[in-house]
């Protein structure tokens, strides 16, 4: 029996299937408030959760042998095809401990078990390899470009990363953006990705390296949009209670994505359209951990979360 | 003979006169790539002459005398009436030397000398007395319940402040805040006055102390207006050669101020304008000393990055 899913209602008929890959893991998580244990994590389940209020998702990730049947049911309730998924037997997931101090200020990793990601390599089933709208999320560069590699047919394609793989795997990375059409990053890392501290200067600088557009993400302070036709600056939606940031940049992304694909559009008026459903879906994943307030709040959220945004900014 | 001072062109008609009250200081300011000695510095002076780009200005300040004609014209020029600027004999004009450290995030006080601002009582002329716009610029929160004292008719009062006052007057600043209409303060002294880290609650927190809206200046990320009608949010200019960040914030709120004059509307949307207004007078003043640049680039650049700036929002 399909199930139905609950997305956000847009005018465009029938969206379009997205392609996300990235980590999937579990994160034990200290914020100044709360602890979380064992929450489900990493870029690619924040991204398709977020994607799939939007449009069909199609996850390609590792999941280790303590992956329960909870966590595979979460991804199936929001009708996230697993087909690509791995199960790899031999390790746990991924695993994550991190803690935000000063406020969520500072986020240190207070430990890192890659576990059966060690050994992953993405493989795109056969189904996945023409689909339209592709989200590399955040993973190594070679990851990303052994992705790239499986696609055919001409699909829009955003990609994120991290510091990490800007200062050890920065060559590789290179290849990846110049391949992508919209990189999506924080500002840190565009600043370590372009040695350019000023923000403006950074984002310009990106669309040097390849891709078509560049998005700078700089959390509670909103997003830029750097386009050809033009600079676009959205402020943050205005969350007053901030539990964890985590996952905040892959939900963002994920909406993105689904948002495109949704309308299959990628012009500047769909891009930035984008950005407010990706600020508004992002506002809900920060207010709990994991993706709890988002996929609770569901897409009715979602779209007051746009119409507050739209006014924020409407002179 | 009455010269014409050039002014951003608005479709109001008569501009309304505005009385602007602070600090005139010589600055030596070291930033990472500049140095500057004796540059004409002050939230009254910034203030005025952003905003004589918009409405006449009535200032009231004190100058020591070591203050040369040089920069009594100056202000002149901009049609700045020093009817209310007292000359004092007895010593210099107030010091300041500051430096801008790790890539213009920390400022330091490398030496501040009160001089003949210590004795400053501000006196409002006759003529000054209803003018219908007025700001309280940085200074102490007794010199700025003293020109409200002597105001008659019903201004609307814009205050600004710094950190010093709420640290160590809390009480009489309180008494200010109380009386004025909008409060236009930093994103660090709105956690500070409110107790409140985040910035958003910090705004709504300050409407709570009396003033009909708030105003959290957040520099390179923009500014917020809490209203009664609304949260607006707005990015800052896209500066891509900042020289030197001082006096930004006062450049704002004399620009705000001068425009709300310009069209005599203090309801949400003309706020909002004058967001937009004031951040692009703003973003000229940073782009050189003191307010070298502003002057330099005339109205015809407000009015240019005023249309930048909407592109940037525009959906």
Same mark, same amino acid.
């Given at each position: ?6 997305? %956000? ?14 980590? /999937?893991?579990? $994160?034990?998580?200290?914020? &100044? ?51 690509? %998924? ?9 695993? =994550?401990?991190? @803690?935000?101090?000063? $406020? ?12 059966? +990601?060690?050994? +992953? ?12 709208? /592709? ?7 070679? #990851? ?11 699909? +829009? ?6 510091? #990490? =793989? ?5 060559? @590789?990375? #290179? ?28 984002? =310009? ?5 390849? &891709? ?18 033009? #600079? +676009? ?10 539990? $964890? ?17 949704? %309308? ?34 569901? &897409? @009715? ?15």
């Amino acid at each position: 029996m399909q199930k139905t899913i609950e997305t %956000v209602s847009l005018p465009s008929g029938v969206a379009c299937p997205t392609l996300i890959v990235g980590s /999937v893991a579990f $994160d034990d998580i200290v914020t &100044p408030a709360m602890t979380g244990r064992r929450i489900l994590g990493g870029s690619a389940s924040y991204a398709s959760i977020a994607a799939s209020f939007f449009a069909p998702v199609r996850l390609v990730a590792v999941v280790g042998n303590d992956f329960e049947k909870e966590f595979i049911d979460r991804l199936e309730n929001r009708g996230i095809c697993l087909e690509g %998924v791995q199960h790899d037997a031999s390790g746990p997931t991924f695993f =994550w401990a991190g @803690e935000y101090t000063e $406020d969520f200020n500072v986020r240190r990793t207070v430990d890192i078990k890659l576990n059966v +990601f060690e050994n +992953f390599r993405p493989v795109l089933p056969e189904s996945y390899q023409s689909v339209p709208y /592709v989200l590399l999320g955040n993973i190594g560069p070679d #990851l990303q470009m052994h992705v790239l590699n499986q696609m055919r047919g001409d699909a +829009f394609v955003v990609a994120d990363t991290i510091d #990490l =793989w800007i200062k050890t795997r920065h060559g @590789e990375l #290179l290849e990846v953006v110049r391949k992508i059409d919209c990189y999506a990053i924080n500002d840190s890392e565009a600043t370590l990705m372009t040695g350019e501290s000023n923000t403006i200067k950074a984002g =310009w600088r990106l669309l040097e390296l390849g &891709p078509k557009m560049a998005i700078i993400k700089k959390g509670e302070h909103g997003a830029y949009l750097f386009h050809s036709e033009g #600079l +676009f600056a959205l402020p943050a939606y205005p969350v007053t209670d901030l539990h $964890d940031p985590t996952g905040a940049g892959d939900s963002f992304v994920g909406a993105l994505l689904g948002y495109l694909a949704a %309308v299959n559009d990628t012009s500047y008026a769909a891009l930035k359209q984008a950005m407010l459903y990706a600020t508004a879906t992002a506002s809900l994943t920060v207010e709990a951990f994991s993706c709890d307030g988002l996929e609770k709040a569901g &897409p @009715e959220a979602i779209v007051d979360r746009y119409n507050t945004l739209l006014g924020m900014i409407s002179i």
